[in-house]
């Protein structure tokens, strides 16, 4: 890769991982007590499947970006001094797992359920969670925000890493092989 684009590559994977541990501390940290009908009743993220997922997906995410940040000073001696794997395996192996469906696909269960907690649903007799637990669904609104805006940046990220992979299969190189 070109020393522009890894000084970006490092740029974007870092912000990413801020996004990311943003969003999981948002979300696992979101609680609310409140009376409710003479009960006590609190409201975390624990409360709908999706946003537990979404912590788990989110925290996965940014241990694996944290991993490719430190894997970059170290890039160059690998590539130095082991003869396998080869960059090009190298290149495939981060463009496969630098894909963001994961992360986009776990935002929007967790935007899909949390409408729910926002609107209810009167033919399974949910109520309004929204209206009575305004800091928890606002706090929510924000981990969601985060997390999509972390998407982002996961999807340019893995536009790098395409260019870095498919750079490697150049025309002429390839008519080169062919040839042999």
């Given at each position: 890769?070109?020393?522009?684009?890894?000084?970006?590559?490092?740029?974007?994977?870092?912000?990413?991982?801020?996004?990311?541990?943003?969003?999981?501390?948002?979300?696992?940290?979101?609680?609310?007590?409140?009376?409710?009908?003479?009960?006590?009743?609190?409201?975390?993220?624990?409360?709908?499947?999706?946003?537990?997922i979404l912590v788990y997906v989110e925290s996965g995410a940014a241990?694996?970006?944290?991993?490719?940040?430190?894997?970059?000073?170290?890039?160059?001696?690998?590539?130095?001094?082991?003869?396998?794997?080869?960059?090009?395996?190298?290149?495939?192996?981060?463009?496969?797992?630098?894909?963001?469906?994961?992360?986009?696909?776990?935002?929007?269960?967790?935007?899909?359920?949390?409408l729910f907690a926002v609107t209810g649903e009167k033919e399974f007799?949910?109520?309004?969670?929204?209206?009575?637990?305004?800091?928890?669904?606002?706090?929510?609104?924000?981990?969601?925000?985060?997390?999509?805006?972390?998407?982002?940046?996961?999807?340019?990220?893995?536009?790098?890493?395409?260019?870095?992979?498919?750079?490697?299969?150049?025309?002429?190189?390839?008519?080169?092989?062919?040839?042999?």
């Amino acid at each position: 890769m070109e020393v522009g684009l890894v000084e970006m590559s490092v740029f974007l994977r870092i912000c990413a991982i801020l996004f990311l541990v943003l969003t999981a501390s948002l979300l696992g940290s979101d609680a609310q007590t409140k009376l409710v009908f003479y009960l006590e009743r609190k409201a975390t993220f624990r409360d709908l499947d999706a946003l537990i997922i979404l912590v788990y997906v989110e925290s996965g995410a940014a241990c694996y970006y944290l991993l490719q940040v430190c894997k970059s000073p170290f890039s160059a001696w690998f590539e130095g001094n082991l003869k396998w794997p080869s960059p090009i395996c190298l290149a495939w192996v981060c463009f496969l797992l630098d894909q963001a469906y994961i992360t986009f696909a776990a935002n929007s269960a967790a935007l899909e359920s949390s409408l729910f907690a926002v609107t209810g649903e009167k033919e399974f007799q949910w109520m309004k969670l929204c209206n009575r637990f305004t800091r928890f669904c606002i706090q929510i609104g924000g981990a969601l925000l985060c997390g999509y805006v972390a998407s982002f940046l996961m999807a340019v990220i893995s536009f790098l890493s395409a260019f870095n992979l498919f750079r490697n299969y150049s025309p002429k190189r390839f008519l080169s092989l062919k040839e042999k």
